[in-house]
Nanobody, 128 residues
Framework: QVQLVESGGGLVQAGGSLRLSCAAS????????MGWFRQAPGKEREFVGV????????FYADSVKGRFTISRDNVKNTVYLQMNSLKSEDTAVYVC?????????????????????WGQGTQVTVSS
C-alpha cells in the first residue's frame, strides 16, 4: 500500500509559478506510475499529467502542455509538478495518484480509475 501526501499549494498571481510535491510512503515507489489530477469547484476531476516509473516519459493534458512539468525522484520517493505561467483557470485542488498501469496512450493514462492510490490534495489558487 502507498500513502501519498501533497504539499506546495498556495495563492499565486496569474503568470506566477508554483512547485507541488507528492511524497510517497513505502519502498516500492519506483514501481508506480504517478499521475497528477485537479478538481475545481463544481467540476469533474481533470487529468493534468503523468510520469512513467523511471521518469523518462511524460504526458500532459493539452490545457497545461508547455507550462507544467512533471518529474520524480525515486530515491526521495517524491513526484513533482512544476507549474509556470499560471492562469486563473488553473485554480483547483491538485491531487497526485499512483497506479500500476502504463500505456503508450494518454487516453488510457488520463482515466482516474487506472490509479490505485490517491493523496488528499493541495489547493492552488491563481488570482487574476
Amino acid at each position: 500500500q502507498v500513502q501519498l501526501v501533497e504539499s506546495g499549494g498556495g495563492l499565486v498571481q496569474a503568470g506566477g509559478s508554483l512547485r507541488l510535491s507528492c511524497a510517497a510512503s513505502g519502498r516500492t515507489f519506483s514501481t508506480y506510475v504517478m499521475g497528477w489530477f485537479r478538481q475545481a469547484p463544481g467540476k469533474e476531476r481533470e487529468f493534468v499529467g503523468v510520469i512513467s516509473r523511471n521518469g523518462v516519459t511524460t504526458f500532459y493534458a493539452d490545457s497545461v502542455k508547455g507550462r507544467f512539468t512533471i518529474s520524480r525522484d525515486n530515491v526521495k520517493n517524491t513526484v513533482y509538478l512544476q507549474m509556470n505561467s499560471l492562469k486563473s483557470e488553473d485554480t483547483a485542488v491538485y491531487v497526485c495518484a499512483a497506479g500500476v498501469v502504463w500505456s503508450p496512450y494518454v487516453s488510457i493514462l488520463s482515466i482516474p480509475g487506472k490509479y490505485d492510490y490517491w493523496g488528499q490534495g493541495t489547493q492552488v489558487t491563481v488570482s487574476s
